[in-house]
């Protein structure tokens, strides 16, 4: 079956469904990691976008139930050039096509995603249609002009979580898994005694965050992303994460003022949009970047020690450094576009960084935040 994929500024793709049939409209954008679909298509940051791979073989190992990062996919719709149609992979339980069709999600093959991509970065960030009907391509067009896009969304509210709850409060669901087997002859290693209480703000967690924090030694409460400070504190959490997220972060008026509430009370670590929330806080702003930074290899480059590291990131706001206050100081930057990339409270014990330490899918560079988030709440302690 045709699919079409109709560009806001009137380019298009055309090539065969796989997948759910139907239309969706969304902000277009792409990944480079080379592995970790699955990982993609479950993000909640991608809530509101259409994302292609530039990577051209996606499909090869399938889907399997342990590697969502939440609970169903957040993709309007997924472009790839070339669908393996038979998964090899022991831990496989079904294919991408079928996992797609499962949550009625359109996909596309067969598309020139170099195209895609080097049309997106010399054009920037647009809205974009795809859909397996029979649209012509000046309709389609209209479509993703007058459909929504991420600038001014706030899709936080349709991903955060409705209630508070405790993650895996009997250690199971973040034990590590390493192909060296234990003791008790099973993959899994034991996971180590909790040491701090903290309230994670979802805006959207990933899973692999939770389970990371838990391996550090953090008992973690999940908090709805429209919780009062006043409720957080009640309690008495030894610290504060504020986690990755989609849309616009200008969008999200309730989670500055919560946030800008709690500085100063307890320590404070954000990662992507948390980050962004963050930088509202301190009294800055942020800017939409011309494509944003999504893969598994971008440079990042540490200024206190001088280090560079490569991380994963899925982002398209940056935090304006310019309008941040004198009391904040840029620790990270991004080597391709210099682009903040970590920031840090002079005087309070607050940090954050803009790409995603938990890794997943990812390079395991940027795994220590989360110690240094242990170490700054056991001196306020």
């Known amino acids: 079956m045709r699919t079409l994929i109709a560009l806001e500024d009137g380019r298009y793709f055309e090539g065969e469904s796989f997948g759910a049939t139907g239309t969706c409209v969304g902000e277009i954008c792409f990944n480079t990691s080379m592995t970790g679909y699955q990982e993609v298509l479950t993000d909640p940051s991608y809530r509101g976008q259409i994302v292609a791979m530039t990577y ?23 472009i790839i050039e070339e669908l393996t149609e038979v998964p090899s992979n022991w831990r ?35 809205k974009a249609c795809l859909t397996t009907e029979d649209i012509a391509h000046e309709e389609a067009t209209r479509m993703a002009i007058e459909g929504a896009g991420v600038i001014g969304m706030d899709y936080v509210r349709e991903v955060s979580t409705k209630k508070i709850y405790r993650w895996d409060p009997e250690a199971k669901l ?51 992303a429209h919780t009062a400070a006043e409720e957080v504190l009640s309690l008495d959490p030894d610290g504060i994460f504020l986690s990755n997220g989609p849309g616009d972060p200008a969008a999200l008026d309730y989670a ?37 930074h999504r893969g598994a290899n971008q440079p990042v480059k540490d200024l206190l020690t001088g280090k560079v590291a490569i991380t994963a990131q899925n982002h398209g706001f940056a935090v304006d450094s310019k309008s941040l206050p004198s009391e904040v100081e840029v620790t990270h930057i991004n080597l391709n576009d210099g682009t903040v990339e970590g920031m840090r409270h002079k005087k309070l014990p607050i940090f954050s960084v803009q790409y995603h330490p938990e890794a997943a899918p990812g390079p395991h560079d940027a795994t220590y935040f989360f110690d240094q988030f242990a170490e700054l709440i056991e001196k306020q302690l």
């Open 56 to 78: 051209p073989l996606i499909g090869n190992y399938g889907v399997n139930s342990l590697d969502q990062e939440s609970r169903s996919p957040h993709v309007r719709g997924f």
């Open 92 to 126: 496989s339980e079904m294919s991408l096509d079928e996992y797609l069709r499962k949550w009625n999600i359109p996909g596309a093959k067969g598309i020139d995603t170099r195209a895609l991509t080097r049309h997106l970065r010399t054009r920037g960030a647009m």
């Open 174 to 224: 973040s034990e590590p898994w390493s192909i060296q087997k234990s003791p008790n002859g099973e993959g899994r290693q034991s996971l180590p005694p909790t040491r701090f209480r903290i309230a994670a703000y979802d805006y959207g967690i990933k899973q692999n965050i939770l389970r990371l924090l838990r391996q550090k030694g953090f008992e973690v409460t999940v908090v709805p």
């Open 256 to 292: 500055h003022k919560t946030v800008h509430d709690l500085m100063g009370k307890k320590p404070i670590f954000g990662i992507c949009l948390g980050h962004q929330v963050l930088g509202f806080a301190f009294g800055g702003s942020t800017f939409k970047l011309k494509f944003g």
